[in-house]
């Protein structure tokens, strides 16, 4: 079946790194879109980037700059390095792979940016 397992979050404080990671199992990865979104209390999940499978890249402008995705098509993963993090950037941060109109979900890793 397939899985998408994220680890990597944490508590950091405001100016802080963190570095994402996604393993994919159960599909042929390379032909996947993938991308992070995130969900903080209250509010509506959100895409913070997405990395084609064609290898475009796309941010969401409150991350341009700070975050960058990559994936390694050897290992079945995506990573989502973030640096500079700000207290807004606390959330729940979910990883997506989508073909066409298939898409699955990971469970989530917290990201929490004390101030």
């Known amino acids: 079946q397939v899985q998408l397992v994220e680890s990597g979050g944490g508590l950091v404080q405001a100016g802080g790194s963190l570095r994402l990671s996604c393993a994919a199992s159960?599909?042929?990865?390379?032909?996947?879109?993938m991308g992070w979104y995130r969900q903080a209390p209250g509010k509506q999940r959100e895409l913070v980037a997405t990395?084609?499978?064609?290898?475009?890249?796309n941010y969401a402008d409150s991350v341009k700059g700070r975050f960058t995705i990559s994936r390694d098509n050897a290992k079945n993963a995506v990573y989502m390095q973030m640096n500079s993090l700000k207290p807004e950037d606390t959330a729940i941060y979910y990883c997506?792979?989508?073909?066409?109109?298939?898409?699955?979900w990971g469970q989530g890793t917290q990201v929490t940016v004390s101030s």
């Open positions: 997506k792979a989508q073909l066409t109109t298939t898409s699955y």
């Open positions: 159960g599909i042929i990865f390379s032909s996947y879109n």
């Open positions: 990395f084609t499978r064609d290898g475009s890249t």
